[in-house]
T-cell receptor
């Protein structure tokens, strides 16, 4: 069984400030982890993914995330926020073994607001 | 290479009517997944299909919902006798045949169903 917890349903930062979106997971098998971004009335766009290679993963638009097995975390960061980063962000987990490893389990999302 | 195409983007149905949502996977993709996003919730897995086969429908409501992915044409998610609680965004994702762990899935822009 897998689950994802995103701490903070709403995060507000100033333009140029650090972005930190938190994600903790639980998984009975070694996980694959993902961050997706959803702009208003749009689909999901993959930002980055961890698939058991390097624990620090770099994605698009300057985002990165670090897989920490001891903390069961996969927090998303960006050094300097842009206005265009305002969107909803979803963390997701799937398993890299087992019968239903194709199934993505999503967190409830974090809405990021960027203030000028 | 076009992405995952879903239509319609917006669908309004009266209670008791049928809703048909279509999804054309990316070229070369053999796996199709449907997810539902209720207001202020993350995406929830509904069903996983390959051509002419339902692989996993564990997330589908037991009644009124069905899905198919015929040999020719798009995948269809069908909701009979819709109720207000069916109002949600329905997303389709597709991935290549070799992608057993769904790490290469791409999402469509979704169909937003409103039941009035």
């Amino acid at each position: 069984a897998q689950s994802v917890t995103q701490l903070g349903s709403h995060v507000s930062v100033s333009e140029g400030a650090l972005v930190l979106l938190r994600c903790n997971y639980s998984s009975s098998v070694p996980p694959y982890l993902f961050w997706y971004v959803q702009y208003p009335n749009q689909g999901l766009q993959l930002l980055l993914k961890y698939t058991s290679a390097a624990t620090l993963v770099k994605g698009i638009n300057g985002f990165e995330a670090e897989f920490k097995k001891s903390e069961t975390s996969f927090h998303l960061t960006k050094p300097s926020a842009h206005m265009s980063d305002a969107a909803e962000y979803f963390c997701a987990v799937s398993g890299n073994s087992g019968g239903s490893n194709y199934k993505l389990t999503f967190g409830k999302g974090t809405l990021l607001t960027v203030n000028p | 290479n076009a992405g995952v195409m879903q239509n319609p983007r917006h669908l309004v149905r009266r209670r008791g009517q049928e809703a048909r949502l279509r999804c054309s996977p990316m070229k070369g993709h053999s796996h199709v997944y449907w997810y539902r996003q209720l207001p202020e919730e993350g995406l929830k897995f509904m069903v996983y299909l390959q051509k002419e086969n339902i692989i996993d429908e564990s997330g589908m409501p037991k009644e009124r919902f069905s899905a198919e992915f015929p040999k020719e044409g798009p995948s269809i998610l069908r909701i009979q006798q819709v109720v207000r609680g069916d109002s949600a965004a329905y997303f389709c994702a597709s991935s290549p045949l070799k992608d057993r762990s769904n790490t290469e899935a791409f999402f469509g822009q979704g169909t937003r169903l409103t039941v009035v």
